[in-house]
């Protein structure tokens, strides 16, 4: 008989718990997002020419592409690449690619109130820095939140071979576009040859610093060049609405 009340018990709780949750507005979420929400990924797969994507236009349509794949092209959306500006046109900037968030992945999760793991998104001060408290605090975006659009995670330093955990950003850790007359970008994202780009690390390790966007640079723009240095050509997406 007592454990029949005890049951009793913790079904009344859990009920009251839901109850009040749903009246305050805060009401959990399921356990698992569906992909239809997901509003952020790591590409799965890459283009597969080195740095030539087309320009911003082939890396957005590749980012449509995967998302409509697995249930969420129905968003619009846009690959985080800066370009840097050339006689007459400027630069375009990552940062100002992707929207306002806030942004979900496939599957991160954090407990609710009863201990179950939900969906916790990225919210735009918190994946560049830009003031002294931010930057202090450091980017919310981790390895366990830059899945792909599959729901997979992305091998970084001590998982299996190979290491895919170079993104390509073209871009500084503000996420704006360098300004200098070196290249950054595999010549706007048009090269698969000559020309340098910009990574972070989806791992946020290697290399001296804990960069998502601007660890170090590749030695060249073919795709063996962006092999070599730990990745295939992956970048990230956002989907913008």
């Not at 859990?14 to 990924?41: E, K, W, Y």
């Not at 990225?122 to 659009?149: Q, W, Y």
């Amino acid at each position: 008989m007592t454990r029949v009340f005890v049951w009793l018990a913790v079904g009344v709780c859990a009920v009251s718990g839901r109850a009040a949750a749903q009246q305050a507005g805060t009401a959990p979420l399921p356990d698992r997002i569906p992909s239809s929400l997901m509003t952020f990924f790591v590409t799965s797969e890459p283009i597969g020419d080195g740095g030539n994507f087309g320009g911003l236009a082939g890396a957005d349509a590749h980012c449509q592409k995967l998302a409509a794949a697995v249930g969420a092209g129905g968003k619009t959306w846009r690959a985080y690449l800066s370009t840097q500006a050339v006689p007459g046109r400027p630069a375009v900037n990552a940062r100002d690619r992707i929207g306002n968030g806030p942004w979900y992945s496939a599957k991160e999760r954090v407990p609710d109130y009863l201990g179950r793991r939900l969906s916790r998104p990225i919210v735009k001060s918190e994946i560049h820095g830009d003031t002294l408290d931010e930057a202090r605090r450091g980017s919310n975006l981790t390895k366990e939140f830059a899945l792909t659009e599959k729901g997979e995670l992305v091998n970084g330093m001590g998982d299996p071979m190979p290491t895919r955990h170079d993104i390509l950003t073209g871009s500084q850790p503000d996420g704006r576009a360098f300004t200098d007359t070196a290249d950054h970008t595999c010549n706007d994202w048009t090269s698969n040859g000559a020309g340098s780009a910009q990574v972070g690390h989806s791992d946020r390790i290697g290399n001296g610093n804990q960069s998502w966007n601007s660890s170090h640079a590749t030695t060249g723009c073919s795709q063996r060049d962006l092999v070599s240095w730990g990745g295939v050509g992956l970048f990230y997406c956002f989907a913008v609405e």
